[in-house]
């Protein structure tokens, strides 16, 4: 299986923070690579697909890069509303397993 | 407009088999590169992917699962069912069925998800 670690697993921000999220994966996986947000209680929400594109709805303050096995999630301007769990994804490879989550935290 | 609604029991039993249905609309599950998913998150933990069947009725499974799982699909009915046989306290979890498209290879509609308590 490709295990997907995602680093830190959590961190403490001030609204307007630039923020960013790593996430390594075992092997290459190309671009096949996911992010999600998850707040309390709901189910996760799809903000970048293909490592880099921004998914329909989502706000333009996320951003994705990377490919191989080093991906990178930004915020630019942390928001109130972006204080959430963020999770990544490998979907190059059945099972297409999730990293292990990065709360951000009200600083 | 999609959507997927997760459903079955609330609690079961140690050693019990556990069937989930998953029931959508706004898609089908016949259409070339449409593929449905099985996820699941213990309380206060990460998510866990757990099986897909996929259009063409391909099938994938967790590794450490594979022996305890069984994703179907029925097209007419618009849905999916997992069955996990042999279930402990170490599967309480809130269950989710989500979409993945291959044209997105990512999970873009979720359910609200279902919360399986394992307990005698």
């Known amino acids: 299986d490709i295990q997907m670690t995602q680093s830190p697993s959590s961190l403490s921000a001030s609204v307007g923070d630039r923020v960013t999220i790593t996430c390594r994966a075992s092997?290459?996986?190309?671009?096949?690579l996911n992010w999600y947000q998850q707040k309390p209680g709901k189910a996760p929400k799809l903000l970048i697909y293909d490592a880099s594109s921004l998914q329909k709805g989502a706000p333009s303050r996320f951003s994705g890069s990377g490919s191989g096995t080093d991906f990178i999630l930004t915020i630019s301007s942390l928001q109130p509303e972006d204080f959430a769990t963020y999770y990544c994804?490998?979907?190059?490879?059945?099972?297409?397993?999730f990293g292990g989550g990065t709360k951000v935290e009200v600083k | 407009q999609v959507t997927l609604k997760e459903s079955g029991p609330a609690l079961v039993k140690p050693t019990q088999t556990l069937t989930l249905t998953c029931t959508f609309s706004g898609f089908s599950l016949s259409t070339i590169g449409m593929r449905v998913a099985w996820i699941r998150q213990p309380p206060g933990k990460a998510l866990e992917w757990l099986a897909r069947?996929?259009?063409?009725?391909?099938?994938f499974y967790s590794t450490s699962l594979k022996t305890r799982l069984t994703i179907s699909k029925d097209t007419s009915k618009n849905q999916v069912v997992l069955s996990m046989t042999n279930v402990d306290p170490g599967d309480t979890a809130t269950y989710y069925c989500?979409?993945?498209?291959?044209?997105?290879?990512?999970?873009?509609?979720w359910g609200q998800g279902t919360l399986v308590t394992v307990s005698s």
């Open positions: 989500a979409r993945m498209p291959t044209s997105i290879s990512s999970f873009d509609y």
């Open positions: 069947i996929d259009w063409d009725d391909d099938k």
């Open positions: 092997q290459s996986i190309k671009s096949y």
């Open positions: 994804q490998q979907s190059h490879t059945a099972p297409q397993t």
